[in-house]
Antibody, heavy 124, light 107 residues
């Protein structure tokens, strides 16, 4: 059974860079069928897709965050990572990683399964 | 950019009753729509993709319908474990976008 687990600091100072890692177990991140994505959820609010990566390193990002986001992959460790720069209080959220299942026709898709999420608070 | 809306924001239903949740897209997304369930303190769980295909392990009481801009998630007979927030997500156009959610609570 595929499982994903987020890890990283729970507190980041304003203007600094948020860094998180997602470890995939029970399956290979190098599967040709899937992308791997990051989604966030501010406390009490809805979901926002951040970006996704293929095992080859190909990425695509939400344009609203693109200037601050970098997603990378380490296939040797079966992990992918998120970096979000110049954070503010508005970036406080639960950050989820998930397998991004892309529809063959439209090349976009849904998220399944998800990691349990990790709360990152931006505060001095 | 496609904007997703959901109605109602909150739906109060008695156990055993039917719940009907709506999702609307600002432009056509064909059948490229997914539904998720999120319980407090948990990650979202995929229920439906392709507007009407149940994900693995999802009970038959959950059904999805619609295409274009109007979609519906129906829970035929609400069980206690179904009280949660439900989100729709379009994946027809980049960027993929979620709706604001519908909370289903106990009447």
């Amino acid at each position: 059974q595929l499982q994903l687990q987020e890890s990283g600091p729970g507190l980041v100072k304003p203007s600094e860079t948020l860094s998180l890692t997602c470890t995939v177990s029970g399956g290979s991140i190098s599967s040709s069928s899937y992308y791997w994505g990051w989604i966030r959820q501010p406390p009490g609010k809805g979901l926002e897709w951040i970006g996704s990566i293929y095992y080859s390193g190909s990425t695509y990002y939400n344009p609203s965050l693109k200037s601050r986001v970098t997603i990378s992959v380490d296939t040797s460790k079966n992990q992918f990572s998120l970096k979000l720069s110049s954070v503010t209080a508005a970036d406080t959220a639960v950050y989820y990683c998930a397998r991004h299942v892309r529809d063959i026709v439209v090349a976009l898709g849904w998220f399944d399964p998800w990691g349990q999420g990790t709360l990152v608070t931006v505060s001095s | 950019e496609i904007v997703m809306t959901q109605s109602p924001a909150t739906l109060s239903v008695s156990p055993g009753e039917r719940a009907t949740l709506s999702c609307r897209a600002s432009q056509s997304v064909s059948s490229n729509l997914a539904w998720y369930q999120q319980k407090p303190g948990q990650a979202p769980r995929l229920l439906i993709y392709g507007a009407s295909t149940r994900a693995t392990g999802i009970p038959a009481r959950f059904s999805g319908s619609g295409s274009g801009t109007e979609f519906t998630l129906t829970i035929s007979s609400l069980q206690s474990e179904d009280f949660a927030v439900y989100y729709c997500q379009q994946y027809n156009n980049w960027p993929e976008a979620f709706g604001p959610g519908t909370k289903v609570d106990i009447k």
